[in-house]
C-alpha cells in the first residue's frame, strides 16, 4: 500500500487568486490522479498526472485552470487557478501502483473560496 | 464514466450484516467490481474487488451473480464506525486505468 500527504488539508482563498495542492507518496508509484468532490457530492476525476509529461485532463477540465505537474514518481502539485467561490471543493489525490490492482488517496484538500 | 447504479442509502443495526447492493449490467468481461468506502472528511478507502468468483477479506465478502450483471458487498457485523459512503466501481484491472465514482450508498449504522 501506499501513504499518501497532502498540503495543506485545508485553506480559505480569496477570490481570483491561485492555491497550489502538494501530493507526497511515501513510494514510487506508476500513476497518479487529482479528483474533486464539491460538497455533498461523489468524487470527479480531473486529470491524470503523468511523469515527464502533459497531464491528461477529463471533460470539463482544462490545464489553464487546474495546471498540474508531476517531476517525479512520489509527487505531484494541482494548481486551481484565478479561483472563484463555484471551485469551493475537497481535491483529492489518488496513487497506484505498478499492476493498476487498486487505487490509494490522501485526506484531500478542503478549499474554500470567499 | 460511472457505470453502476446503487441505492442511495440505507441503514443497517450495529451487529447484524450490512448487504450493500450494486447493479452494472452492462459490465464487460474484463471488467473487475471494486467496492470503495468514504468517511466523512477522509478519502476513499479500498475494501476489496474481484472479477467473477466470490472474494473475502478482513473487511467485507463480495458476492458477484453468475452473469455478473450485480454485485453485493456484505460487512458481516457492522459497527457505527462502517457509517460511510459505499462506492460501487467497475473497471479494467490495469496501470492506468482510471477510477470513475458513482454517487454511491450512504450507509447509516445505528445503535
Known amino acids: 500500500s501506499a501513504v499518501i500527504s497532502q498540503k495543506p488539508s485545508r485553506d480559505i482563498c480569496q477570490r481570483g487568486t491561485s492555491l497550489t495542492i502538494q501530493c507526497q507518496v511515501d513510494?514510487?508509484?506508476?500513476?497518479m490522479f487529482w479528483y474533486r468532490q464539491q460538497p455533498g457530492q461523489s468524487l470527479t476525476l480531473i486529470a491524470t498526472a503523468n511523469q515527464g509529461s502533459e497531464a491528461t485532463y477529463e471533460s470539463g477540465f482544462v490545464i489553464d485552470k487546474f495546471p498540474i505537474s508531476r517531476p517525479n514518481l512520489t509527487f505531484s502539485t494541482l494548481t486551481v487557478s484565478n479561483m472563484s467561490p463555484e471551485d469551493s471543493s475537497i481535491y483529492l489525490c489518488?496513487?497506484?501502483?505498478?499492476?493498476?490492482?487498486?487505487?490509494?488517496f490522501g485526506q484531500g484538500t478542503r478549499l474554500t473560496v470567499v | 464514466d460511472a457505470k453502476t447504479t446503487q441505492p442511495p442509502s440505507m441503514d443497517c443495526a450495529e451487529g447484524r450484516a450490512a448487504n450493500l447492493p450494486c447493479n452494472h449490467s452492462t459490465i464487460s468481461g474484463n471488467e473487475y467490481v471494486y467496492w470503495y468506502r468514504q468517511i466523512h472528511s477522509q478519502g476513499p478507502q479500498y475494501i476489496i474487488h474481484g472479477l467473477k468468483n466470490n472474494e473475502t477479506n478482513e473487511m467485507a465478502s463480495l458476492i458477484i451473480t453468475e452473469d455478473r450483471k450485480s454485485s453485493t458487498l456484505i460487512l458481516p457485523h457492522a459497527t457505527l464506525r462502517d457509517t460511510a459512503v459505499y462506492y460501487c466501481i467497475v473497471r479494467v484491472l490495469d496501470t492506468g486505468n482510471q477510477f470513475y465514482f458513482g454517487t454511491g450508498t450512504s450507509l447509516t449504522v445505528i445503535p
Open positions: 489518488s496513487a497506484q501502483g505498478d499492476g493498476g490492482t487498486e487505487a490509494f
Open positions: 513510494s514510487q508509484v506508476t500513476m
